[in-house]
């Protein structure tokens, strides 16, 4: 039965900080629940910014935004949010910091925690590394353990600011694998802000394309219409994920021109 209303929602938010206007045009937009959305645009965009008012982290000058109808407040265990810094407890080994985020889940035993705990630790591959410390592990583990402490509270929304932005190539690419794996076995509603293509391509069921502020929409591509729902380690070199990520540069780069042009 269909919904009456959008899982995710913002109803003509506006966002100013004092006189600077990050959001100047009422912003609308609706998402479905599941859905991998990627925020992607220009550093300073206001992509950020948007995440966080899902998140509680900061409110909109006018309008509202809704989750499941309701409006949004302070932060709370429907919204989790990652963040590009690692944020792992030092003290806590890799399991305690994963059951750390259980912390508020009065509906859980003590054995439920740590079992669910544990399923979350192996789903992103860190079961041999459960009784390390966050000083033994590498920073893509870190941020790993980041994700998997995030799930475990089991959030309604996944909230994710560039998580990936301080990680080499490489790893970054092993991560964006994984990622696309765990949200699509956790079915969670993902929005996830970067102002890298590629990996906006890779990762997206949908992109939201924002050009430079205040905050505006210049194109909502339906990612997987284009370039099919499954992500490999091929799909980066096939012909529809080159020409898609060929014209959402070209589109930034309009935009940027004229901008500065003007």
């Not at 609706?30 to 948007?50: D, E, H, R, W, Y």
């Not at 935004?65 to 990652?82: E, F, K, W, Y």
């Not at 000083?135 to 909230?159: C, E, F, H, K, N």
């Amino acid at each position: 039965m269909e919904q009456p209303f959008p899982y995710l929602q913002f109803r003509n938010v506006t966002k100013f900080f004092g006189d600077v206007p990050v959001v100047k045009e009422p912003f609308n937009l609706s998402i479905p629940a599941g859905q991998f959305t990627v925020f992607l645009g220009p550093s300073g965009c206001g992509k950020t910014t948007l995440m966080r008012m899902i998140g509680g982290l900061d409110t909109p000058t006018s309008g509202e935004i809704l989750l499941q109808g309701t409006p949004v407040g302070a932060p709370d265990i429907r919204r989790g949010m990652v963040f590009q810094s690692y944020s792992s407890f030092p003290w806590l080994t890799v399991r305690k910091n994963i059951e750390f985020g259980l912390r508020f889940r009065k509906d859980l035993s003590s054995g439920q925690k740590r079992d669910r705990a544990e399923h979350f630790l192996k789903l992103v591959g860190l079961g041999d590394f459960a009784t390390s410390y966050p000083s033994r592990i590498s920073g893509g583990m870190r941020q790993r353990v980041a994700i998997a402490r995030t799930l475990a509270a089991d959030p309604d929304v996944l909230l994710m600011d560039e998580p990936f932005g301080a990680l080499d190539a490489s790893l970054r690419e092993d991560l964006q694998f994984e990622l696309r794996k765990i949200q699509k076995s956790s079915r969670k509603t993902t929005i996830f802000v970067t102002h890298d293509v590629e990996e906006a391509v890779f990762l997206a069921d949908r992109i939201i394309v924002f050009g430079s502020r205040p905050a505006h929409v210049i194109a909502d591509i339906d990612v997987t219409s284009l370039i099919g729902a499954e992500r490999n380690e091929t799909v980066r070199d096939s012909e529809q994920f080159f020409h898609l990520r060929t014209e959402i540069l070209h589109r930034l780069r309009g935009r940027c021109v004229k901008a500065v042009a003007a």
